[in-house]
């Protein structure tokens, strides 16, 4: 039996994260005495307040009602689940998920390339993912999962499909799974940096960015047969513009709403479009299911999880794959 096979892109950081190994920051001196010296930690923790515990959104899969004059639910007519017709549709794409050789045809000897893109958010917490699915002994060994998130490429860097951006994820699926047509799911989880405007225009303008972003996901994976979404986690903490709330909420709409366009078009050239876990809880106020996002899962900034954020993101997504009726086919051995 092949041991599962695990490979991360070798991109840094995140949305404009800091350097690392730099600890200390020295200011000019307001006295004329000394320089004053202040620590990053020091400097993040002023971006993180821990009073707010919650900012009043319902979580969109928990939404009976609406907000701002939009239903809740995570897909069309305020389901938190696809409609008959479109699932069958994914369960179909699922069929065609397979190990395939480096000429893309179907091979015993061959690899599933479980693909993330997105940002640093996306980069950490799927690298957390990466290890306990290679402690999990039920996901299939042909599975092979490659950590194609990167810092500072939010959504509206790569839905330029000349960024290099693109050129380097590329450039580490050939180099760790041989050919791009081993890539047939992707994990996409992305955000704007510094948004603007008011919703609904500000999420719309999101989702114009994930559209353009699921295009080229299609152009360049000839194989791709099934696209996960996730949204934002909870962003209450922060005291930074970087994407805050309300758009780390708002977020779920653009997400929601790509994914509804396709339930009405059902376009079968295009890669199978479906919510991956959704993450978002409002701060210490438990979800449905028991979610709650406590001030020690965000990191000091507010904005990027912590080792314990990562990790309940990273074990929300393997229990997705494991029991989703769209992935176990594949996923689990």
Avoid at 100 to 119: F, K, P, Q, T, Y
Wanted: hydrophobic share 35%; aromatic share 10%; charged share 30%.
């Amino acid at each position: 039996m092949r041991g599962r096979r695990i490979a991360a892109v070798g991109m840094a950081g995140f949305l404009l994260a800091a350097s690392p190994g730099i600890d200390t920051v020295v200011r000019p001196s307001l006295t004329g005495v000394a320089p004053a010296v202040t620590t990053r930690k020091a400097m993040a923790a002023a971006n993180k307040d821990c009073s707010k515990t919650s900012v009043g959104f319902t979580p969109l899969s928990d939404l009976k009602g609406k907000y701002n004059g939009y239903k809740g639910g995570l897909y069309p007519g305020g389901t938190n689940q696809p409609g008959k017709k479109y699932r069958s549709i994914g369960k179909k794409k699922a069929k065609k998920v397979r190990p395939r050789g480096d000429d893309g045809r179907a091979s015993s000897n061959g690899e599933i390339v479980l693909l993330s893109i997105g940002m640093s958010n996306t980069k950490g917490e799927f690298k957390v993912f990466e290890d306990i699915a290679a402690a999990d002994k039920s996901v299939d060994d042909s599975v092979m999962i490659i950590n194609g998130a990167k810092g500072g490429q939010d959504a509206e860097t790569i839905r330029d499909p000349n960024d290099d951006y693109w050129t380097r994820v590329e450039k580490e699926v050939r180099g760790k799974a041989g050919s791009l047509a081993k890539v047939q799911v992707v994990w996409l989880k992305e955000a704007i940096a510094y948004p603007q405007g008011n919703f609904p225009g500000s999420a719309e303008y999101f989702q114009e960015a994930l559209d353009d972003i699921v295009d080229i996901l299609r152009d360049r994976f000839k194989k791709l047969r099934i696209i996960y979404l996730s949204s934002r986690i909870y962003a209450g903490y922060t005291t930074r513009k970087l994407n805050p709330e309300p758009y780390a909420y708002e977020g779920a709409f653009s997400v929601k709403w790509l994914i509804g366009d396709q339930v009405k078009k059902a376009p079968r050239t295009r890669p199978w479009l479906a919510w991956g876990p959704y993450l978002w809880g409002d701060g210490m106020e438990k979800r449905s299911d028991g979610l709650v996002w406590e001030c020690s899962d965000l990191a000091d900034d507010g904005t990027h999880p912590s080792e314990s954020g990562k990790r309940k993101v990273a074990e929300m997504l393997l229990d997705f794959l494991k029991t989703a009726p769209t992935a176990k086919s594949w996923f689990v051995d």
